[in-house]
């Protein structure tokens, strides 16, 4: 690993129903200072496994682990206050739709400052600051008339901007991007991204980031883990993918349509020799 | 042979007493047979256009052919027409009846048809999209969106249109979902002497899957290009 | 990647739960309980009571609640307990009236308005609007004055004011649901008219109509016996519960069961309606489910 100091180390991760039908089926990973995609359709337990890095999982699912650590910090037994401290502080987390995750009767302003007045005591004029500081960063223009403007005026790119702006704004230590773009015309996805990626750089933060497009967010990442059916079924560096030797993640990597396949069939996956080898694995 | 034409077609957005127009003076064609793609951002009048084309808005101006007929701007499609017009929605989610099992929805309008051999078209329907037949008893919530994606193109394949309208078909599906259902539209358009208007803001769905395509920006058409 | 289960060490850590009621023992099912209860006690009225309800017996009136009559005597010296058992029939019989009858107008009037929208729509809520904003238990009592008391001029009075709300929730859930992507595909596929709005509409504008009418059963249940209470529901001698706390009310001070048993039979009915309306709202709204 590039980095001693691990951000997340997780063994043996479960996530379960009350009926016992489990939905993560014990996984393991760990990462430090790292841009780490965690990659699988919807249904592998990819959105369940970041969630349950922010302690957002709903009361009626059951967690265990053998080792769930954030920060050094064993977390899996934290209270809504102890996560009310790390959330927004240490870790922060970016959601799929900024239409849904911006409340649309406040201010921009209002809303990225509201993690500094939670976390830190700062005076009005510099807490004014940092936000149009934070906006900028994140390559709004007008700062300081962008503050008082309310999410319906903006668009979807700029929106999921101020969504960054929040979760950057008390500069934690790593930042989960759960779908950061699928809301977002595709011509905005990449720009986003980008944006992610350097400023998790910049500042020498730990991301993680989920998608069901391996081939879009590949190119913002170092690391690669693929998930399937609630196992993690390879894991390799970005740039190994092209060839990856898993038949899960050569699928993923390659089932992209574009202009140079017109006339042949897409890759597609054959989901009986995944399962056969996922049960391999297991055992 | 032209299967659609345009001449200056204008569409408005009627809220109250309120007009708005958002799409300007749209010309085009649409050869029978091929795949037409309409590409742009969000907000640029593509899905506008093609509800028009679907007959589910009809607040239009200007002139459109359409499978050799005029329509009349105003009213809604009826008979053979809105029958050969068909359409695959962008959110598989949202666009089948959350109460009708799979049976109930497909059969509904082949029995207002007054066809007899429904089930036989069913079970025909369902193998060619390559679903398993025992899943007809089902709701929609207890299928994937790849599966429900299916079911609602054996919905638009039923009714034996010309016309198939693809209304971002794949951008709420995972991307190797995505895979199955493109290359299933294309199986299914080369059987089936099938036109397509397709609908996304994925260039590159477009350029894999389209014969044709017109660019468009602010309620106006940008650029035109052909793949051959 | 690692074999997981050879770590299952008892050093698992696992997320804290919080004390929660058993599944089973939720407001549904309390509810549930209390109206099944009801509707039992209301058929098995005759084998259940120990005392024809109506037979007066001026020797025994206004006896305490004992080991003969558990619930004591009114002041014809009738067994309360009996009368109360009884008195639940009409007013399940009204309240299942009043919601045949308002439940389908409500609805009709809700769809209709916001699948056709323009005039008819205008016209139908304004009648709406008119008809709920009319005092419910005055025009109940007028219309009763004129039609003469009785249960089902009751229930026709009641009905007459409670069918706006359905209309109203009707309507909204309707237009929630016009534009939505499977009745654009049902036009498509030539599903129009009528058979739109039964086969496809309806069902998804019953379930919280239902949930409505649970709700406002509990209301009924209360208008019932203040219909009754003045006089103008039920006629003597018939047991109604409204009737007994009328007449128990002359002796409260000195004989309280003769209006208190009754008061708690109408509390209990309107709280167990109000119970299953709650818990088939929390069962249905998905946004509830937490």
């Known amino acids: 690993m590039t980095n001693n100091s691990s951000l997340i180390r997780i063994e043996s991760l479960k996530i379960g129903l009350e009926d016992g039908t489990e939905l993560v089926k014990g996984i393991d990973f760990s990462m430090g200072r790292e841009r780490v995609a965690l990659v699988g359709e919807s249904g592998s337990g990819k959105s369940l496994t970041a969630r349950s890095l922010m302690g957002l999982l709903p009361d009626s699912l059951h967690v265990q682990a053998d080792r769930f650590e954030l920060l050094g910090e064993a977390v899996l037994p934290y209270n809504q206050r102890q996560w009310n401290q790390l959330r927004g502080k240490q870790v922060a987390m970016v959601l799929q739709d900024p239409k849904y995750a911006l409340n649309p009767t406040q201010n921009i302003g209002r809303q990225v400052a509201e993690p500094l007045v939670l976390h830190q005591s700062l005076s009005k004029k510099v807490r004014i600051e940092k936000v149009e500081h934070m906006l900028d960063a994140v390559g709004l223009p007008n700062p300081a008339q962008l503050r008082k403007m309310y999410p319906h005026q903006l668009s979807g790119g700029m929106g999921q901007r101020v969504m960054l702006a929040i979760a950057l704004i008390n500069d934690p230590q790593f930042l989960i991007a759960d779908e950061p773009t699928s809301a977002l015309d595709h011509a905005v996805r990449d720009q986003v991204l980008e944006l992610i990626s350097s400023l998790v750089e910049e500042r020498n933060m730990g991301l993680l980031l989920i998608s069901h497009d391996l081939q879009q967010v590949a190119d913002y990442c170092e690391r690669v883990l693929v998930m399937y059916q609630g196992q993690l079924i390879d894991q390799l560096a970005a740039s190994e993918l092209s060839n990856a030797s898993h038949p899960y993640t050569k699928t993923l990597w390659s089932c992209r349509p574009n202009i140079d396949k017109r006339g042949e069939s897409l890759p597609i996956l054959d989901r009986k020799q995944i399962a056969s080898l996922t049960e391999g694995a297991a055992r | 042979m032209n299967l659609i034409e345009l001449n200056d077609v204008s569409i408005s957005h009627v809220q109250g007493s309120e007009r708005n127009t958002v799409v300007h003076d749209v010309n085009l064609t649409v050869k029978a047979g091929e795949c037409f793609g309409l590409v742009g951002p969000s907000g640029c009048g593509k899905s506008t256009l093609l509800w028009v084309l679907a007959g589910l808005n009809p607040h239009w101006s200007g002139s459109i052919n359409m499978l050799d007929q005029p329509l009349s701007a105003g009213k809604v499609f009826t008979g053979d027409l809105r029958r050969r017009v068909q359409m695959v929605f962008q959110d598989p989610y949202a666009s089948l009846h959350p109460k009708h099992r799979l049976r109930r929805a497909l059969s509904e309008p082949l029995k207002l048809l007054g066809y007899q051999d429904i089930d036989d078209r069913l079970s025909e329907g369902f193998k060619q999209v390559g679903l398993a037949e025992n899943m007809i008893d089902r709701y929609p919530h207890q299928l994937s969106g790849g599966q429900r994606q299916r079911v609602a193109i054996i919905r638009a394949l039923l009714l034996e249109p010309k016309l198939l309208l693809l209304d971002e078909p794949t951008s709420a599906l995972d991307m190797s979902v995505q895979a199955e259902i493109l290359n299933l539209l294309n199986d299914l358009k080369a059987k089936r002497d099938l036109t397509m208007v397709m609908v996304s803001h994925d260039p590159d769905v477009v350029d894999y899957m389209c014969d044709h395509a017109v660019t468009m920006k602010a309620g106006r058409i940008d650029q035109e290009k052909f793949y051959n | ?290």
């Open chain 3, 1 to 290: 990647m690692m074999d997981s289960t050879n770590n299952l060490t008892p050093h698992t850590v696992q997320k804290k739960r919080r004390f929660r009621l058993p599944r089973w023992l939720n407001t549904f099912n309390i509810g549930l309980i209390m109206v099944m209860m009801l509707l039992g006690l209301a058929l098995l009225a005759p084998l259940l009571s120990p005392f024809d309800p109506n037979v007066q017996n001026i020797q025994d009136r206004l006896l305490a609640p004992d080991a003969v009559h558990w619930f004591g005597t009114d002041r014809f010296g009738r067994d309360l307990f009996s009368r109360v058992l009884f008195g639940a029939r009409p007013t399940l019989i009204l309240v299942s009236l009043v919601v045949i009858l308002t439940v389908p107008i409500g609805l009709a009037v809700g769809i209709f308005a916001g699948y056709f929208g323009g005039w008819v729509e205008r016209i139908l809520m304004r009648i709406t609007d008119i008809v709920m904003s009319l005092p419910s238990l005055v025009i109940a009592l007028a219309l009763v004055s004129i039609l003469g008391p009785g249960l089902m001029n009751g229930a026709l009075a009641l009905a007459f004011t409670s069918w706006p709300s359905f209309a109203r929730q009707a309507r909204t859930e309707t237009l929630s649901i016009r534009r939505s992507d499977y009745l654009s595909a049902a036009r498509m596929q030539g599903v129009t008219g009528l058979r739109l709005i039964v086969g496809h509409i309806l069902p998804l504008v019953l379930p919280s109509a239902i949930v409505r009418a649970a709700l406002n059963l509990g209301g009924i249940i209360l208008a019932a016996a203040g219909l009754g209470f003045l006089g103008m529901g039920i006629q003597p001698p018939t047991a109604e519960w409204g009737s007994m706390v009328s007449s128990g009310s002359r002796v409260i001070f000195d004989q309280w069961w003769v209006a208190a048993v009754p008061g708690f039979a109408i509390l209990f009915a309107s709280l167990a309606f109000n119970l299953l309306g709650d818990g088939l709202r929390d069962k249905m709204d998905p946004r509830h489910d937490k």
